[in-house]
């Protein structure tokens, strides 16, 4: 069974800027989760969406969004790019009831 | 105060060494969960439990409820063990957020 995977695996971007990063779950698994992870601020949850519905979000402002598509491939979307919103982001999936399974992650860069 | 507190931040060993490495909860949680995480970002979930003990070759995870704490144990430590190790909860059943400890620097020397 293929495992999640996420392009672009980096990305650089001008403030200002907008991005769309891309994740493609486990056959089968119906819950997507992203995350972002910073120096300073460690993991932190962005949003999971379930059967393309989002299910939950975190703290995080409005320019950050996302989707989920019927075959549960799942996009998210940062707009109005800030040089904070450099991260490593992390997507993973689930079957709903059981661990998480991670990506290996799409470096942004915002310059 | 976080939600989720690990300790030590970091831990240096040598090969061999019997590795502990603690976990603390505030909240309720419907599971605990131990990550890996190797340089380059990578994200490996070693455990998801949310009572007892499991294990999975030399890595032994236990939960305490009651006490809101968890331990990660790894046997006959080995340098290829070096990681960042993160414990993470979620709240609910049926929910997927994943809150995170700030995760255990661990380096086995050789």
């Known amino acids: 069974k293929a495992g999640v995977t996420q392009t672009p695996r980096y990305l650089i971007k001008t403030r200002g800027q907008q991005v769309t990063l891309s994740c493609s779950p486990i056959?089968?698994?119906?819950?997507v989760s992203w995350y972002q992870q910073t120096p300073g601020q460690g993991l932190q949850f962005l949003f999971e969406y379930f059967s393309e519905t989002q299910r939950n979000k975190g703290n995080f402002p409005g320019r950050f969004s996302g989707r989920q598509f019927s075959n549960s491939r799942s996009e998210m979307n940062v707009s109005t790019l800030e040089l904070g919103d450099s991260a490593l982001y992390l997507c993973?999936?689930?079957?709903?009831?059981?661990?998480?399974?991670f990506g290996p992650g799409t470096r942004l860069t915002v310059t | 105060k976080n939600e989720v507190e690990q300790s030590p931040q970091n831990l240096t060993a040598q090969e061999g060494e019997f590795i502990t490495i603690n976990c603390s909860y505030s909240v309720g949680i419907s599971a605990l969960h131990w990550l890996q995480q190797h340089p380059g970002g990578g994200i490996v979930s070693l455990f998801m439990l949310s009572s007892g003990k499991k294990k999975h070759g030399r890595l032994i995870a236990t939960i305490n409820i009651q006490e809101k704490h968890s331990s990660l144990h790894i046997t006959a430590s080995h340098p290829r063990d070096s990681a960042v190790y993160i414990c993470?909860?979620?709240?609910?059943?049926?929910?997927?957020?994943?809150?995170f400890g700030t995760g255990t620097r661990l380096t086995i020397i050789p």
């Open positions: 993470a909860v979620t709240s609910n059943f049926g929910n997927e957020k994943l809150t």
């Open positions: 056959s089968g698994h119906r819950s």
């Open positions: 993973a999936s689930s079957s709903g009831e059981d661990e998480q399974y």
